[in-house]
């Protein structure tokens, strides 16, 4: 069976996951219902009401009812995962606990919670609580062990080149002009999520030419970041009214020209062939007896052994990594990064020299 790329599928989310291939996805995103529970109607202080979730699709009979239809989904979507691929929920706190639970039990891996920090969230008008101003993502590979997308110098990009963190602001939510409206100028979803949240996901965890599939399409965020970055779609729904919106708002994205160059953000470490130091070693590119000093403190130093292995100062021996790692008190270190040569006065990083080789030595 041929996966249905770039379409939403409408009907129940289970029985159409069921339906697609098995181990054919590469990334979901799942939003699904988040099981609110309201009871009542919510008023502002002047008695406006608030345009709260209380649509049919977020009501359940209790919560084993939830968890049942949780695992329903959860277990679909662990089915057509690719085996290196990796699933997002969101969620509040009104369910999160219960989905990350059950993701465990099915044998996903938690990779990381990421707080999603509302810069406007809806006050508690009430006063009898806390505002809710965030909501939590929870990010898990296909199992323990198992490999997964993530480019981690991409979100450095995105954040000012410093290593980006699980607490996410500055992501507003979806407002003005980006809010999806039907024929009558009114919300076309109620929980619809900003653009810029579906553009971090992707950008993290998939590679353009992936299939990106969202169980619970609604507006179609997931659909229209896939299209802006070059990734392929498969959405969910089960409302009509949902579907014409979000086809709507996809039909009118334009993206650029796909350019390789341009929408591959892999790393180029990651994306380049494998060279062991020992093959800059037997190439004459380093050489036996050279001296080698450590990035965080130059005046430790090492001696390149004829078997790759460095010879500390204070006598340890080890590769680069362990040697790096003896020099960082047991830390975990990249060798590549932390161990320099001094070529003309200047310290060189081994991952340079490495990188000189890897043009001029190009792989078979």
């Known amino acids: 069976m041929n996966l249905p790329l770039d379409q939403i599928l409408q009907g129940d989310c289970v029985a159409t996951l069921n339906a697609l291939p098995e181990k054919s996805i590469d990334l979901i995103f799942a939003d699904p219902p988040y099981n609110l529970q309201l009871q009542n109607e919510l008023h502002r202080p002047n008695m406006t009401k608030v345009d709260a979730v209380d649509d049919d699709w977020d009501q359940f009979a209790s919560f084993e009812a939830y968890d049942k239809f ?20 969101i969620g509040s706190y009104h369910n999160i606990f219960r989905v990350g639970s059950i993701l465990q039990d099915l044998g996903f891996w938690l990779l990381n919670d990421v707080i999603w920090v509302k810069t406007n969230p809806m006050p508690n008008f009430r006063g009898v609580r806390f505002t809710n101003a965030h909501e939590t993502l929870l990010w898990a590979s296909a199992g323990k062990g198992a490999k997964y997308t993530f480019h981690h110098q991409a979100m450095k990009g995105l954040n000012d080149e410093k290593q980006m963190r699980s607490d996410w602001w500055l992501l507003p939510l979806a407002t003005g002009a980006e809010r999806v409206r039907n024929e009558n100028g009114e919300k076309a979803h109620s929980t619809q999520k900003p653009e810029a949240l579906l553009y971090r996901v992707l950008l993290a965890s998939s590679n353009p030419g992936d299939v990106v599939l969202d169980p619970f399409f609604g507006s179609g965020t997931t659909g229209a970041v896939a299209k802006r970055l070059h990734r392929h779609w498969i959405g969910i729904e089960r409302e009509e009214k949902y579907i014409r919106a979000a086809q709507k708002r996809i039909d009118a994205i334009k993206p650029e020209d796909y350019q390789p160059k341009t929408f591959n953000v892999q790393s180029k470490s990651k994306a380049a062939p494998r060279v062991e130091f020992s093959v800059l070693l037997e190439n004459g590119w380093v050489q036996a007896g050279q001296t080698l000093f450590f990035a965080k403190d130059p005046s430790r130093s090492a001696t390149i052994k004829p078997d790759a292995r460095l010879r500390t100062a204070d006598g340890f021996e080890g590769s680069i990594h362990k040697a790096g790692s003896h020099y960082s008190n047991g830390a975990p270190c990249n060798g590549w990064e932390h161990w320099h040569l001094l070529e003309n006065g200047q310290l060189i990083p081994l991952g340079e020299v490495r990188e000189k080789y890897r043009e001029e030595k190009p792989a078979p």
Request: aromatic share 10%; with cysteine; glycine share 10%.
């Open 70 to 89: 949780t695992r329903q989904w959860l277990g679909a979507c662990k089915r057509v995962l690719k085996p290196n691929g990796s699933l997002w929920v």
